[in-house]
């Protein structure tokens, strides 16, 4: 199995931005795809974004799309979540996931392995 750990969070204002990062451990990461998922205080976990194993495809919610970009570096099991223009619905503790399989998907139940998150707040 692989593990994950995020980090990376922390405290920004509105429009600006952070980086996260993954950083995966215990197997071979180029064969996972791996995905961000976000959960903010009293709603349910919800898709970020996802990146494939093979080609590096990406995947993106609709409510990121445009201002997130989602990469890896399989040298260094490592993804990265590059958020830009955020906003305070932004804030949410932000988790890593991966799953073996070419295609990676968006709900929860599609991923194996999960990180402990990361908290990301942004003030208005």
């Known amino acids: 199995q692989v593990q994950v750990v995020e980090s990376g969070g922390g405290l920004v204002q509105a429009g600006g931005s952070l980086r996260l990062s993954c950083v995966a451990s215990g197997r071979t990461f180029s064969s996972y795809s791996m995905g961000w998922f976000r959960q903010a205080p009293g709603k349910e976990r919800e898709f970020v974004g996802a990146?494939?194993?093979?080609?590096?495809?990406?995947y993106y919610a609709d409510s990121v799309k445009g201002r997130c970009s989602i990469s890896r570096d399989n040298a260094k099991d490592t993804m990265y979540l590059q958020m830009n223009d955020l906003k305070p619905e932004d804030t949410a503790v932000y988790y890593c996931?991966?799953?073996?399989?070419?295609?990676?998907?968006?709900?929860?139940?599609?991923?194996?392995?999960w990180g402990q998150g990361t908290q990301v707040t942004v003030s208005s």
């Open positions: 996931a991966g799953v073996m399989s070419v295609v990676p998907g968006s709900l929860v139940t599609d991923y194996d392995y």
């Open positions: 990146i494939s194993w093979n080609y590096g495809s990406t």
